[in-house]
């Protein structure tokens, strides 16, 4: 087998397992004697592309995570593990606290009473500051720029005036063209100001969108496609972007070359604007993330809908050709979210002097 079969063949192996290993996840364990679990694959999908109280590693073994309420009888830390249910049906797992009893409500953390039932006014005493599965994974992205990029600032001065090499020269292409494709062209003169800006908000979005795409640990989470994350790049994008506008951005909007009849309804419409802008960056962002995960489950769901692993031949190859898909909307979407966020910034810096 020549270098180039070898390599394509490798390829493909690689995206049917990230195809079959969503399976392990729909697995359900069977004692002697008990009847055979239903799949519930809506409620997996839906687990899947929201938050968690615990991080699947691989099928049924999941890592839980730390639970940190603030109550207003003291702080309680303590696992997930030990309130975690087995499922929709199955009884609350109640563990006693020092302050409180708690269960795992539709993974929320409630106060329970001595009987066992949620007591609601209780739990609205509760502040929850968890460590859910979107918040370590985002930690982990976090640590993972912190650790590549602090590497290649050491690489550059170790190596000044040398050629790249290593990590340093697999990213300097990437850089090069954030800052030469997407800043110098949209913001200008001024692009150097927001580089670190823009370079964060690409390498973020890209890092998780990969590490999304891995079906089980250290993937297997969403969090590119939790609209909280989305909503809080965007207000970090409107935040510099009206901070950065010059006199031409606040005469635009709310002194228009236009004739004084028109404000009532120019000065509203340029408003909204202000703030259609991010929301859109949001709302793209989130939509295709989340689309593309529920799109690779659902197909995976069949084999569970139709009862039979011989549906698991159309599937199966419809899954590998969404995660080629996804690879490329992983790319893509750290790419616009970043192109428009310089757009945006360059029409509020731009010398509007036409």
Not at 166 to 183: C, K
Not at 193 to 219: A, S, V
Request: aromatic letters at 12%; charged letters at 15%.
């Amino acid at each position: 087998m020549n270098l180039k079969n070898f390599k394509l063949s490798l390829f493909s192996a690689f995206f049917v397992m990230l195809a079959l290993f969503p399976v392990l996840g729909f697995g359900q364990e069977k004692t002697a004697g008990e009847p055979k679990k239903e799949v519930d694959t809506k409620d997996i999908i839906f687990e899947h592309i929201g938050d968690s109280h615990s991080w699947t590693m691989l099928g049924e073994h999941a890592l839980p995570l730390p639970i940190i309420l603030y109550t207003d009888k003291g702080l309680e830390i303590f696992s997930s593990a030990k309130i975690k249910s087995e499922g929709e049906e199955a009884p609350l797992h109640v563990y006693q606290g020092n302050h409180y009893s708690y269960a795992l409500e539709k993974d929320k953390v409630k106060v329970v009473d001595a009987a066992g039932k949620v007591d609601e006014a209780a739990t609205k005493k509760v502040w929850d500051f968890s460590i859910t599965r979107n918040v370590a994974s985002m930690w982990m992205g976090m640590i993972i720029l912190i650790l590549i990029f602090g590497s290649i600032s050491s690489a550059y001065k170790k190596r000044q005036g040398k050629a790249p090499k290593g990590l340093q020269s697999f990213l300097e292409p990437i850089i090069l063209f954030v800052r030469d494709d997407v800043a110098i062209p949209n913001i200008g003169v001024k692009h150097t100001k927001y580089m670190p800006l823009l370079l964060t908000i690409f390498f973020f979005i890209l890092i998780n969108n990969l590490l999304g795409l891995i079906p089980i640990f250290p993937g297997g989470f969403n969090l590119t496609g939790n609209i909280a994350v989305t909503l809080t790049l965007s207000v970090i994008v409107l935040i510099v972007i009206n901070f950065s506008g010059n006199k031409y951005y606040w005469k635009h909007v709310f002194a228009p070359d236009i004739p004084l009849w028109l404000y009532p309804i120019m000065v509203p419409v340029e408003i909204i604007g202000i703030i259609s802008k991010p929301f859109a960056l949001m709302i793209r962002l989130f939509a295709n993330i989340t689309a593309g995960h529920i799109i690779v489950l659902s197909l995976i769901s069949l084999i569970y809908i139709f009862k039979s692993m011989w549906m698991a031949s159309v599937s199966v190859p419809f899954v590998v050709f969404m995660d080629c898909i996804e690879l490329l909307v992983a790319f893509l979407q750290a790419f616009i979210f970043t192109m428009l966020s310089a757009l945006f910034i360059g029409m509020a810096v731009d010398d509007h002097k036409h």
